[in-house]
């Protein structure tokens, strides 16, 4: 089985920083795009930012330029750095991976982590 585990959200004012980190564990050959998706109370679930496993990145416009996605490959975890956070930014933030299993020849799997929420206080 496969988890992945995020940790780093919590309570911030408006103009703070928070930086979230998701770590995956279990029967892992490889894994291709990781992300981060974060989802409001009355609104869907939205892309924040992606890497793929080269590094290349593709992020959010509301996000552009305050945050930024990154990967340890060796430590099978992805990191979001948010900086400049506003109300606005408040979600629960969610882990996303595509995870290719051990004996499960090349096929690869998407993967969900629990969430943690982020608040951003005016």
């Known amino acids: 089985q496969v988890q992945l585990v995020e940790s780093g959200g919590g309570l911030v004012q408006a103009g703070g920083s928070l930086r979230l980190s998701c770590a995956a564990s279990?029967?892992?050959?490889?894994?291709?795009?990781m992300g981060w998706y974060r989802q409001a109370p009355g609104k869907q679930r939205e892309l924040v930012a992606s890497?793929?496993?080269?590094?290349?990145?593709n992020y959010a416009d509301s996000v552009r330029g305050r945050f930024t996605i990154s990967r340890d490959n060796a430590k099978k975890s992805v990191y979001l750095q948010m900086n400049s956070l506003k109300p606005e930014d408040t979600a629960f933030y969610y882990c996303?991976?595509?995870?290719?299993?051990?004996?499960?020849?090349?096929?690869?799997?998407?993967?969900w982590g629990q969430g943690t929420q982020v608040t951003v206080s005016s």
């Open positions: 279990g029967t892992i050959v490889a894994i291709n795009t």
């Open positions: 890497i793929t496993s080269s590094g290349s990145t």
């Open positions: 996303n991976a595509d995870v290719r299993r051990l004996g499960w020849g090349y096929k690869y799997e998407n993967y």
